[in-house]
């Protein structure tokens, strides 16, 4: 056994970049659905408010990233936040504990 001689590029270039790029990639990390039941009744926004959030991002690791959102939705103790990603061309919803969120001045 050993090492394949007959594909080393594939095993040392692409697929090297591909699995360095897919574990450095930021996910976002919401509230747990248990967490979320327990904040209480949700209630909707008429119209989107504008806010800055911390909300938790797993790399390799868990990383807080302050960005800039809309708050849609939000119970005594939880916000639904809506933002778009630098990295993505969609946006982003995850449900962030209330006292992570900063309504911004108009």
Known sequence: MGQNKRYPELLEGEIA???A????RLRPVGLSEP???STGQRQDA???IPVTAWIPHQ???TEPQRVE???IAWTNDAVLLRWTPPYSAHP???WVWASAVTRKSQ
């Open 17 to 19: 970049n591909v699995s």
């Open 21 to 24: 790029t897919m574990d450095r």
């Open 35 to 37: 967490e979320l039941r």
């Open 46 to 48: 008429r119209e989107p």
């Open 59 to 61: 790399v390799l690791w």
């Open 69 to 71: 959102a809309e708050a």
């Open 92 to 94: 982003h919803h995850t």
